[in-house]
């Protein structure tokens, strides 16, 4: 299995870590990041660990948009290190932070700043964009004919799901789907050769993982209840979710 979005680098004692999760069965993890420092920081693991993750780097849109310098260093980042990326993200429209929608105009300029620039470097896109923002991102991917994207954590309304759908974009479900009724619906209207497993770790979860650290070793939990709904063996649920996310991300062996 692939943790298909995790912020890796807000993880202690990672290198433990690593281990206790590939002894449970994780391939890989892909492993976002929030803004400059982070993407310097999850370049850094990729070095120390290149067969486990896919990196990708940018700037969480519920935070700061970056100075110029701080833009321009990140380019120039992104130019240096392509080889060794998978996608740009976690990078998208802000919903929850009020400062940030309050300058909605300016990050959703950004945002279609990163996606020129993400189609430039061709990578694919791991994006943060909920509710009514997600009609708003993906028109943003058509406008620059993105061919490839990643919606993680989506919540949208059933007539944006279909058009994400239809472009042929990603969908990826968090270990909610173990027990809320609006991600069991998501399911319905994704098709499993677009959906992706993720715990967006370490971010926390209610319901039977209060109190549990997020990890991606709640993807079992997330895989037997994929593969419960659409009544299929869950081995080869696991292999058709990690061959979507190889689809899309790439091979790391050729990162």
């Given at each position: 299995m692939i943790?298909?979005?995790l912020h890796l680098d807000q993880y202690?004692?990672?290198?433990?870590?690593?281990k206790k999760w590939q002894e449970a069965g994780i391939a890989a993890v892909v492993a976002v990041s929030t803004d400059l420092r982070s993407s310097y920081r999850t370049l850094e693991l990729k070095q120390k660990f290149?067969?486990?993750i896919y990196a990708a780097i940018g700037f969480h849109p519920e935070q700061p948009l970056p100075s110029s310098l701080e833009w321009e260093e990140w380019l120039r980042l992104l130019q240096i290190e392509r080889p060794h990326l998978s996608a740009i993200g976690e990078v998208g429209l802000p919903y929850y932070s009020a400062e940030a929608v309050l300058r909605f105009s300016d990050y959703r300029d950004f945002f279609e700043q990163i996606v020129r620039t993400a189609a430039a470097a061709s990578l694919p896109l791991a994006i943060h964009?909920?509710?009514d923002k997600a009609s708003t991102a993906l028109h943003i991917l058509q406008k620059n004919k993105i061919k490839k994207a990643h919606f993680h954590w989506l919540k949208a309304e059933p007539a944006i799901i279909e058009r994400i759908v239809a472009c042929g974009y990603f969908i990826s479900i968090t270990p909610e789907v173990c027990?809320?009724?609006r991600?069991?619906?998501l399911l319905s209207r994704v098709p499993i050769k677009q959906l992706l497993l993720e715990t967006d770790g370490p971010w926390p979860f209610d319901g039977p993982f209060a109190d549990v650290p997020t990890s991606p070793l709640l993807l079992h939990h997330s895989l037997k209840a994929v593969a419960s709904f659409y009544h299929q063996d869950i081995k080869a649920t696991a292999n058709t979710i990690a061959a979507n996310t190889k689809r899309l991300y790439g091979s790391l062996h050729h990162c």
């Amino acid at each position: 299995m692939i943790d298909a979005h995790l912020h890796l680098d807000q993880y202690s004692d990672i290198e433990e870590e690593i281990k206790k999760w590939q002894e449970a069965g994780i391939a890989a993890v892909v492993a976002v990041s929030t803004d400059l420092r982070s993407s310097y920081r999850t370049l850094e693991l990729k070095q120390k660990f290149p067969d486990f993750i896919y990196a990708a780097i940018g700037f969480h849109p519920e935070q700061p948009l970056p100075s110029s310098l701080e833009w321009e260093e990140w380019l120039r980042l992104l130019q240096i290190e392509r080889p060794h990326l998978s996608a740009i993200g976690e990078v998208g429209l802000p919903y929850y932070s009020a400062e940030a929608v309050l300058r909605f105009s300016d990050y959703r300029d950004f945002f279609e700043q990163i996606v020129r620039t993400a189609a430039a470097a061709s990578l694919p896109l791991a994006i943060h964009a909920v509710y009514d923002k997600a009609s708003t991102a993906l028109h943003i991917l058509q406008k620059n004919k993105i061919k490839k994207a990643h919606f993680h954590w989506l919540k949208a309304e059933p007539a944006i799901i279909e058009r994400i759908v239809a472009c042929g974009y990603f969908i990826s479900i968090t270990p909610e789907v173990c027990y809320r009724t609006r991600d069991q619906k998501l399911l319905s209207r994704v098709p499993i050769k677009q959906l992706l497993l993720e715990t967006d770790g370490p971010w926390p979860f209610d319901g039977p993982f209060a109190d549990v650290p997020t990890s991606p070793l709640l993807l079992h939990h997330s895989l037997k209840a994929v593969a419960s709904f659409y009544h299929q063996d869950i081995k080869a649920t696991a292999n058709t979710i990690a061959a979507n996310t190889k689809r899309l991300y790439g091979s790391l062996h050729h990162c």
